[in-house]
């Protein structure tokens, strides 16, 4: 691979992920940088792989900026992607795993993706698509010759290739969010975004080159957090796993080594409660978002020698943006005390502008930990647009800001605290459903005049989708009939929890009054988001 | 201050120092910033300092990239200006302090600067002056209302200023060094190379928002290999030093509880050997440059449960630029071989291009760690210039890299160490002297025909010059006279150790050999540095 790009000034390099891995090679080329079960990969044979790759893609016709597309559990090849493509020129699209079928056709055929690699498991998800366009390639996972994705890497070249990268704000990777509309938006990621976001991480969650970071995190969330480029970018080692069975987690943690890991509540909640559940020797560095942790979480996470770091971001900030950056002089605080501090999303990054929270006009709202007002972002750590949807994109940026649609108050202390959502979707176990997503598929069965989804509180999930439905005049269906029907049509854990039959409480325009069902679920509760 | 640049995209924020202070004073502003003796800022101190700072400057009539000296040691003033006179828009001239008054007068000339900034035992350099366009504030260092500085701040306003940086690669600082010239050259460094070296720093040694960095290193070296900024960044707390005393450090990194400090040897020699060394409780990260350690060095300073790290860098890269980074299963080596490891300078820091070892041609020597090339270097660790010098610059990038004028051989393993120079230049506890410039000096002697200066090694300085010189037919002068001469001429650091007088070895054209002389000094060592 070659940097020189004799063109550029002596004293600018254009930032990208892919000097982390030149680096980390010519550094430490004999260090393990990838375990997966029983094999080990130095960081100079990741290198050769992502070479390979990368130059198998060029060869198979990847033009600058050509989409490719990923749909694979936390592998070696998913990890290799982060790097590979870029390295070509491509723009990495790591595709949700818990999506169906149609969702996932939809995710190719609007990122107009030109290559497919897909894990064997996850075929049937593909197996009907249309795919003529779609050079395709899956991938056993087993790392033997004959698994077809290392036939793919082994006729690709060792040699280092040309780096294609004029600009460091070029795209890097396009990462799909449910947003609030019915289908998911693209969300690009720029290298020099990618770039700075894992330096970020680096500091925050303080990786160092004997880090062992576990891949709880999937990687098609916002790249892992970016944590597919910091991980390699400190020479720690990346310990993949296919499944997030909390045994094996509890396992892995012991046996690798495990310094730190990410993910929701729900995951960690998984974890605490898992019979293997046991004081861990040196501190692990557990990092949560998706949702505020509770007290109680955070007391288990503590007694079990976890270093609980609370951050908060979207996929269109790369992941975490914020941090709720502890204060020495709190730990004297009681303990109660200190965990409602910590659920707090607290301020920006190192790397991130601070973020604010503004009223209807773009004014900031008072710090009194009481007014709520729109969480806004933006700097290095904000993505460069709505991929092919420049009104989404304008609407998300209005007032040069980018609108998280989180609803937040601001403490006098300068963190924030989010409360509530403008932006009609449910968080549940750290993946984003759109409410109106949801409707849409329930509205098909041929009993239902009408239906409502909200969220509602769930102790393992954080959230989950409760639907409220009319059904036609004359017509019948149950519960679990209804459930059922939307499994054949969205990804399992969009489809409501519960269903309840009632008229709609509406204005006198007829707009359904989803608060009205919110109040009578939520309560009095202070924060109508779990 | 508004970083809000509302004419920038919503994903771009020019990166900036700036942003660090503003950000540290957002999360933590009652937290320790600096420490000066009894006295204690607080971020939110520190800030509003560096706010009216600011506000003085430009109602003084600062306009935007004028030149802002500063002729302090390591005193909050100074740490101050490192990001007042950025966000003034201004470019900070942080002079070396053990220069003499032609040298001061010189750059203060040279860089065109119209605001000095000077402590009051330094005065007397500076008083016979030409300082009529010069703005003088003198720095009592007593932070008491009557200090003349005290009084310049306290006229300021507290109100954000707009800021005037439009373009990361504008200027923020301009560094003098003593090159192959008899004059110093003014290096420039951006606000985008300072900002990603600060990130570099604290990957690279670790540090956090726990840690306390006590200011050994002079902030007028390369702004103290950006530490400045890096400690600013991470919300650490600068411990500020008059003068480095080594019991005062010692008593220092008891009472404050240091966790990093940084130093040429000279200084750590120093330091492990004061009466006052002894085991320090929690480990102390000592970041070494200027020469390579010696493994006796090397051996006391970990012994004393200090954890050593070796980088390596110029003035031209933002201070350290490579770094010898440790593989854990060197630690299973013999302590010699360790320390053997340990004198390399390594590799490039995470931030910067991958360094390389070149011949004439520009083509890499070979890795076997025998063929001697230069040291060239690239990126965004790199000066965007020689202040008023464009054919320097020309040269210093020749070939679109940087060229450092340190003569290399370059590992199996990838990594660099340093064996000799091109330049003509000695280091001297980790002070550059230009040997021209010693010889221009001495030369001007009336009993002295001509002159050659070498660097011979020194346990204490590492380096030291020495002259050797032919006197006039007839003429006569001692070795103390040539040397209480110079002492006139040049800061009294730069003067020659020894002076030896003889024969000059020459080749047939008449050009000196110093080669010649330096094989005498130096035998058959297999580095001509030290």
Redesign the interface.
């Known amino acids: 691979m070659s940097?020189?790009k004799?063109e550029k000034?002596?004293?600018?390099?254009e930032?990208s992920p892919l000097?982390?891995l030149?680096?980390s090679a010519?550094?430490?080329?004999d260090?393990i940088a990838v375990v997966h079960g029983d094999r080990r990969y130095s960081y100079k044979n990741f290198e050769t792989r992502v070479i390979r790759l990368a130059s198998q893609l060029r060869k198979y016709g990847l033009e600058k900026h050509d989409r490719v597309a990923f749909l694979c559990p936390n592998i070696p090849a998913l990890l290799e992607a982060h790097f590979a493509v870029p390295m070509a020129g491509g723009i990495l699209v790591a595709i949700n795993t818990r999506l169906n079928s149609d969702e996932i056709g939809y995710i190719l055929e609007h990122s107009g993706s030109r290559f497919l690699f897909v894990d064997k498991e996850l075929f049937p998800l593909v197996d009907k698509l249309k795919k003529e366009d779609l050079h395709t390639v899956v991938v056993d996972d087993s790392g033997e010759p004959g698994d077809p994705f290392e036939i793919f890497i082994s006729e690709g070249s060792d040699e280092s290739i040309e780096i294609w990268l004029e600009d460091e704000?070029e795209p890097i990777a396009l990462n799909y969010t449910s947003g609030t509309t019915g289908r998911p938006k693209g969300v690009i990621y720029?290298h020099r975004?990618a770039y700075l976001n894992a330096?970020g991480e680096?500091?925050e969650t303080?990786l160092?080159?004997?880090s062992k970071y576990l891949w709880t995190l999937p990687m098609f969330h916002c790249n892992g957090w970016c944590f597919t480029w910091a991980v390699t970018?400190?020479?720690g080692t990346h310990i993949c796993l296919r499944k997030t069975e909390s045994s094996l987690i509890w396992e892995l943690i012991r046996k690798e080594g495990v310094t730190h890991f990410n993910g929701a509540p729900t995951l960690m909640v998984m974890l605490v409660n898992d019979p293997s559940a046991a004081l861990v020797q040196n501190p692990v560095t557990v990092t949560i978002a998706g949702a505020p942790p509770s007290p109680t979480l955070i007391n288990r996470i503590k007694s079990l020698n976890f270093n609980p770091v609370h951050v908060y971001g979207l996929t269109e900030t790369y992941g975490p943006t914020t941090i709720c950056?502890w204060?020495?002089e709190w730990n004297m605080l009681d303990a109660e005390l200190q965990s409602k501090l910590r659920a707090r999303q607290?301020?920006?990054y190192?790397?991130s502008?601070?973020v604010r929270v503004v009223n209807a006009n773009m004014e900031d709202v008072p710090k009194n930990g009481a007014v709520i007002g729109e969480v806004v972002i933006?700097?290095?750590n904000?993505?460069?647009e709505y991929f092919g949807l420049p009104e989404a994109t304008a609407t998300a940026?209005r007032g040069?800001?980018?609108h998280s649609g989180d609803l937040a108050v601001w403490h006098q202390?300068?963190y924030i605290e989010l409360r509530d959502r403008l932006k009609d979707i449910i968080i549940s176990g750290g993946e984003n459903i759109s409410t109106i997503e949801v409707e849409q598929a329930i509205v098909k069965h041929p009993a239902i005049l009408e239906c409502a989804v909200i969220a509602i509180p769930d102790e393992k999930w954080g959230e989950r989708p409760k639907a409220f439905v009319t059904l036609k005049r004359g017509a019948y269906a149950t519960e679990q009939e209804i459930i059922d029907f939307c499994r054949t049509q969205i990804a399992h854990f969009k489809c409501p929890a519960k269903v309840e039959f009632s008229e709609l409480p509406k204005t006198s325009t007829g707009k359904i009054q989803k608060y009205v069902l919110r109040a009578r679920e939520w309560g009095d509760k202070e924060k109508k988001i779990n």
């Open positions: 940097h020189t004799t000034p002596v004293y600018r390099t930032l000097s982390f030149q680096r010519a550094v430490f080329p260090k704000e720029t975004g330096l680096i500091i303080g160092t080159n004997n970018a400190i020479a950056e204060h020495e607290g301020q920006a190192i790397i502008d601070l933006r700097g290095n904000v993505m460069k940026f040069g800001w980018f202390d300068g």
